[in-house]
């Protein structure tokens, strides 16, 4: 079984801040990770993900995701925040062990960003 | 590519009434899977379909079922509709499943009466 913790419900920031979305997960296979953003009334929109290679991953938007294994985290950063950055984001993990993991992605409760001008 | 689409955006049902929604997904995707959000509960997993068979299922009761047809669309049903069914209801494709990256449709928006 899985299951993904995201540490702060909330995070309200300045424009022009940088940010951190904490993300920790837990499962008994190799996992891959994910982070999807949903802006209001809208579905998921995948940022980034950590299929394998390099534990820094790159996304969209300018976002970025550390892959720590020993810790079992995937946080999720913004050097520089922008208005338009303000949703919800979802830090995501599925496994390729078949079975019970076909097609799911496990997700954590969410981070609700609030960017401030 | 066109997206993931879904229909109907929005639904209102009463209870006890059964509900069925759509989702179509991008072309050359096999994998169709399905999930409910609501405040609560969050995102959880409903099944996962793949060439027309059911190969995951979440921790749902058998209210809730679904179906893939040939050209890979899917349709979800809800029988016998309850208040706490309120939900966006969102469906993903993805080209082989497993562990391939899932697309998001917008969504359904169901209400219960």
């Known amino acids: 079984a899985q299951s993904v913790t995201q540490l702060d419900s909330q995070v309200p920031v300045f424009e022009e801040a940088p940010v951190e979305l904490r993300c920790n997960y837990s499962s008994s296979v190799s996992v891959y990770l994910f982070w999807y953003v949903q802006y209001p009334n809208q579905g998921l929109q995948l940022l980034l993900k950590?299929?394998?290679?390099?534990?820094l991953v790159k996304g969209i938007n300018g976002f970025e995701a550390e892959f720590n294994k020993s810790q079992t985290s995937f946080h999720l950063r913004k050097p520089s925040v922008h208005i338009s950055d303000t949703a919800e984001y979802f830090c995501a993990v599925s496994s390729n062990a078949g079975g019970t993991s076909y097609g799911k992605l496990t997700f954590g409760q969410g981070t609700i960003l609030t960017v401030h001008p | 590519k066109a997206g993931v689409t879904q229909t109907p955006r929005y639904l209102i049902k009463t209870r006890g009434q059964q509900v069925t929604l759509s989702c179509s997904p991008i072309?050359?995707?096999?994998?169709v899977s399905w999930y409910q959000q609501t405040p609560g509960q969050g995102l959880q997993f409903l099944f996962e379909y793949f060439s027309e068979t059911q190969r995951n299922k979440g921790n749902f009761p058998g209210r809730f079922s679904g179906r893939q047809f040939s050209n890979s669309r899917s349709e979800m049903n809800v029988s016998t509709l309850e208040l706490g069914d309120s939900a966006l209801y969102l469906c993903a494709s993805s080209f082989v499943g497993g562990d391939s990256l899932q697309f998001f449709g917008p969504g359904t928006r169901l209400t219960v009466l």
């Open positions: 950590y299929l394998s290679g390099s534990t």
């Open positions: 072309s050359g995707h096999r994998s």
